[in-house]
């Protein structure tokens, strides 16, 4: 993965390409909590805009479930992968999900870690679960040893880090998986695809839009395969209302 500058100014979105979106960093700045992030009227009438132009070929793929990235778009119920992709649902409002394993276990063990350390925050999902650390970065080491060690007891699963978070997820459920789903779905078939994100667990997007053509264009700093950047989330609002008109 290479490094590179603000300055590649991604041409805006084309009308004949699909676009796939993550949500936090990307449609909306990391907040302190996952329940802090405020979405503009103006994002959402950007994406009301694009869900027009582009016949309904834009996406949200999201490590949140499904029922929180409705919460947060909300009126729009736009289709989208949630929690990498265990979850998915395509225009036809159907929604399909990855097969689980228990995950009462480490849950419990979770919730242990963050009754000794109430800084840290967990989302438990349908098929995994997100330890937050972004309140007490101190305890990355700590967190990140907890996962794993839960980790040699669940074999079909592995850990996912980003940006203080880490994850466990299901082996094979991941953003690429998910866009490569859709782009066999109308209408987003034939299309190409744009995807737009900003952190390591979006790399498996941009492989899968990069190998077939499409666009890959990664939010902030830090190392990534995806040729096109934009800065921050204000730029990729920026970049959208330059692109729904």
């Known amino acids: 993965m290479t490094e590179r500058t603000f300055g590649d100014n991604p041409p805006p979105l084309r009308a004949d390409e699909a676009l796939f979106l993550d949500f936090d960093g990307t449609l ?18 950007s994406l009301g805009r694009l869900v027009d132009r582009q016949q309904g070929a834009v996406a949200i793929i999201s490590g949140r479930s499904l029922d929180q990235i409705d919460h947060w778009l909300s009126p729009l119920v736009l289709p989208a992968a949630g929690e990498h992709g265990a979850q998915r649902r395509g225009v036809d409002g159907r929604i399909r999900t990855a097969a689980v394993t228990d995950l009462s276990e480490v849950s419990a063990t979770v919730r242990a870690l963050i009754d000794r350390h109430p800084a840290l925050l967990a989302e438990f999902k349908h098929g995994g679960l997100a330890l937050h650390y972004r309140a007490a ?43 490569r789903q859709f782009l066999v779905e109308a209408p987003f078939a034939g299309r190409t695809p744009v995807f737009v994100g900003d952190d390591v667990t979006d790399e498996a997007g941009f492989d899968a839009v990069l190998k077939v053509g499409g666009r890959a264009i990664k939010v902030g700093a ?6 096109g950047r934009l800065a921050d989330s204000n730029a990729v609002r920026a970049w959208l209302a330059a692109s729904d008109g």
């Open 28 to 45: 909306v700045p990391i907040a302190p909590r996952p329940d802090a992030v405020v979405v503009t009227a103006g994002v959402l009438a």
């Open 137 to 179: 970065p101190e305890l990355e080491a700590l967190c990140v040893a907890t996962i794993e060690r839960a980790l040699e007891r669940m074999p079909g699963y592995e850990a996912l880090r980003g940006k203080c978070v880490v994850e466990i997820k299901a082996r094979g459920v991941d953003k690429g998986a998910a866009i």
């Open 222 to 227: 830090g190392p990534s395969r995806a040729p």
